[in-house]
């Protein structure tokens, strides 16, 4: 079992920046996919950035240049910064790992983007 808890949601004016931060624990020791994803008001949940197997990442294009996926040298915790935000930014945030082939999901955190 394996549990995460997201942190540092928040409202930001567009423009702005924020850092998410994901905590793991419990049977982490196999954990090899980790990182983000969010779902916002009325559409499906989708990938904003991971790492892969073997410490590559993977962004989705529209974030790409603006925000970047890190973690400390134990892979643990995994750090989402956000930066040039715009109101289709607004979403739920759920951070993501998979490990011994099970998916698990935070209970995420909300980050609204307004004036």
């Known amino acids: 079992q394996v549990q995460l808890v997201e942190s540092g949601g928040g409202l930001v004016q567009p423009g702005g920046s924020l850092r998410l931060s994901c905590a793991a624990s419990g049977s982490i020791f196999s954990i090899n996919t980790m990182g983000w994803y969010r779902q916002a008001p009325g559409k499906q949940r989708e990938l904003v950035a991971v790492?892969?197997?073997?410490?590559?990442?993977n962004y989705a294009d529209d974030v790409k240049g603006r925000f970047t996926i890190s973690r400390d040298n134990a892979k643990n915790p995994v750090y989402l910064h956000m930066a040039s935000l715009k109101r289709e930014d607004t979403a739920v945030y759920y951070c993501y790992t998979k490990c011994v082939g099970i998916n698990y999901w935070g209970k995420g955190t909300l980050v609204t983007v307004s004036s």
């Open positions: 790492f892969t197997t073997g410490g590559r990442t």
